[in-house]
Each structure stands twice: as structure tokens, then as C-alpha cells.
């Protein structure tokens, strides 16, 4: 089955291989991490290392940091200048930050949707990544959010796109999203800090699950040296 399955390549060296071979292009990914863990960097890095590749068009629809602010992250973790023509950043943190009480009551997930419809069929995207549902959830006051995100994922896939879901975790937390998306996603990257000894923190990746895939399960070392990803076995220490 695999064999015959189209990947999307990480550009992370040794995860592809982790996965089995890449993220089946077309799948719905959830990014679940606690704060700090990379996974705008992450994300970020494998839409601009694909376009790099294969010319592929990403949008990130970006719901909680400013577009300059994500694009000096990026530059800052080696990715250079972000072109808009490979990466096209839809900033929703300013709309969110204007918005008042009342609105609260629109239905954004419907919304967001729209938008996200209208890019796709004018521009061709490959890639897209919705940077947070947490943010989304601030957002909006659900009435049924375990319906809404069931409308919101499904909606998402019948894009046909690689979609890149980012979560964030609480410290201490057991569960991976809210509202069943990890029961929804095809594939599920768990990002953890985790202490080793007394003094150090190592940044963990785990493929939680991964749909049609024969992935590895175990924990992986990620690292960043400034200019690219690589992922590491845990017990071989970082660098
Ligand atoms: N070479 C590196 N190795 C490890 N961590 C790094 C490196 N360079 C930057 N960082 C850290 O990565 C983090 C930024 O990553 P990013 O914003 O992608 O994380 P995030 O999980 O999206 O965060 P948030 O929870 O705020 O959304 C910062 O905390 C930064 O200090
Ligand atoms: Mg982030």
C-alpha cells in the first residue's frame, strides 16, 4: 500500500524514514505539542523545503502570531527570507486581536472556512496548516465543539490538500486535542520538551499514528542546528 501512496518528504533528515517513507500527501496532520516545542518551525520548515522541491504552494493561515512575526521565526531557525510565492501567510492574529465581544456569536468556523475555500481555488495550494485550533476555539464560542471540530476536520479534508492542524498542549496534560481532532487526524506528531539529567531539556517527536503507514512509534530526538532539522535516536544524545 505504500508503495503506491504519494509522500510529501519531512526535509527533517531521518524522519522520513521513520514514517515510513513521508506523510501520504492529501492526509490531515495534527501538530500536538506543549508551548515552545517548534511546531510553527517545524511546519513552517516543511512547507518552504517543499517548495524548494517540488514547487509546491503553501498557505498558512496563521490565527495567533502576526505574519512578521512568523517570518523573523522562520529566518531565525535558517529558513531565510520566506517567499510569498512559496509560503503565503494569511494573518488572522489581527482580525482576532480586533475583535469585539459581540463577535464572538459569528460562526468562525464558517468563516474560515470561506477564506480558506476562496485561497485554494484561486491559488492552487498544496500545503495548508491552521496555526491554532486552540486560537480558533478563543475565538468562537461553540456551541457543540465536539460537532464543530468534526464539521471544521472534515471540511478541511475535502480540501485535498496536506493539512497541518496545530494543537497546543498543556504541561501535564494526557489528552493531545480537546474535542477528538486526534481521533479525526490521519496522522498525529506529538512535540514534548523532556528533561534528561538535572540540567538538560531534550525536544521529543513521536509519530502518535499515522494512517496507511508501517511508521516507527518510538520517541525521536528533533534538533536544529541553526540551519536545518534532523531527528536523532533519543538514547545517541543531541548533536
Ligand atoms: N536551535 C534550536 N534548538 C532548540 N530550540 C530552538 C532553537 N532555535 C529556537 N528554538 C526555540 O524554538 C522555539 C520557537 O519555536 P516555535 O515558535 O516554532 O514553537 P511553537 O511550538 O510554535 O511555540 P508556541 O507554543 O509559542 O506556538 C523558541 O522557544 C526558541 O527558543
Ligand atoms: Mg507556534
Redesign the pocket.
Known sequence: MADELPLLHTHVEGLDRALGGGIPKGSTILVA????????????WMMRENARETGAKSLYVSL??SADG?RS?AA??GMGELKESQVYILDLAQLRRGMERSETSKDWVAILLEIIKEAVNSTGYQLLAV??LEALYALTEMQNPRREMFHFLTALKEFDLTTFA?A?TSFGENRLAKWGEDFLADGILQ?RQVEVGETDVQ?RLRCVKMRWMNHDHNALA?????ERFFVTHVISKKK
Do not use: A, C, Y
Open positions: 505539542g506543549t508551548p515552545g516545542t517548534m511546531k510553527t518551525s517545524l511546519v513552517l495567533e502570531q512568523l521565526g531565525r531557525m496555526d491554532s496545530i497546543e512535540l525536544l528533533l534538533n536544529h542546528d541553526g
